[in-house]
């Protein structure tokens, strides 16, 4: 299987900051990378999709790259409903596999 | 306008039988992958499997592989995971999402299994 890491578990961050999440695989998976926001009590949303392309409806305030092994979401400027938890996921090879998570938190 | 409307909440006793459904809407259902994750409450996502109604082929993880079954029917535009017996260890949210990236999520289904 190949495994997911997320960097950092979680981070503080003020409204305004800039951040960015980083996600690896443990082999490469071409750009087969999608990125998910989940906020408590509500199905994961679907934010990025194919390392970089953005999903409809998704403000352009998120943006994905990376391909291979290495990839970063990036929030240009954050907002109190951008406050969740961020997944990755690869659809490479199955079985596919999900990051463990990023929490962003209000500092 | 895609949509997934999953069926409503479960609560089970350990032993018993149970299948969930996924009914999809607003795009040719037989011609996306829908997928089925696992949530447990406070916890991360797990991949669980997923099926191209159209032709009923079906992937699962290993972690997953003979513990449940994914099924679909393309006549009602609908997806299932069903259990033959229900450990408490299946309490969880269980979501569905179509497409291999998981564009369009369901709302999800809470499975309660209890004594």
């Known amino acids: 299987d190949i495994q997911m890491t997320q960097s950092p578990s979680s981070l503080s961050a003020s409204v305004g900051d800039r951040v960015t999440i980083t996600c690896r695989a443990s082999q490469g998976i071409y750009n087969y990378l999608a990125w998910f926001q989940q906020k408590p009590g509500k199905a994961p949303k679907s934010l990025i999709y194919d390392a970089s392309s953005l999903q409809s409806g998704v403000p352009s305030k998120f943006s994905g790259s990376g391909s291979g092994t290495d990839f970063t979401l990036t929030i240009s400027s954050l907002q109190p409903e951008d406050f969740a938890t961020y997944y990755c996921?690869?659809?490479?090879?199955?079985?596919?596999?999900f990051g463990p998570g990023t929490k962003v938190d209000i500092k | 306008e895609v949509q997934l409307v999953q069926s409503g909440a479960e609560v089970k006793k350990p032993g018993e039988s149970l299948k969930i459904s996924c009914k999809g809407s607003?795009?040719?259902?037989?011609?996306?992958?829908i997928g089925w994750v696992r949530q447990v409450p406070g916890k991360g996502l797990e991949w669980m499997g997923m099926?191209?109604?159209?032709?009923?082929?079906?992937k699962y993880s290993p972690s997953f592989q003979g513990q449940v079954t994914i099924s679909a029917d393309k006549s009602i535009n609908t997806a299932y995971l069903q259990w033959s017996s229900l450990k408490a260890s299946d309490t969880a949210i269980y979501y569905c999402?179509?497409?291999?990236?998981?564009?369009?999520w369901g709302q999800g289904t809470l499975v309660t299994v209890s004594s």
């Open positions: 099926i191209y109604p159209g032709g009923s082929n079906t």
């Open positions: 996921q690869q659809y490479n090879s199955y079985p596919f596999t």
């Open positions: 999402a179509r497409d291999t990236s998981m564009r369009y």
């Open positions: 607003g795009y040719s259902f037989a011609t996306y992958w």
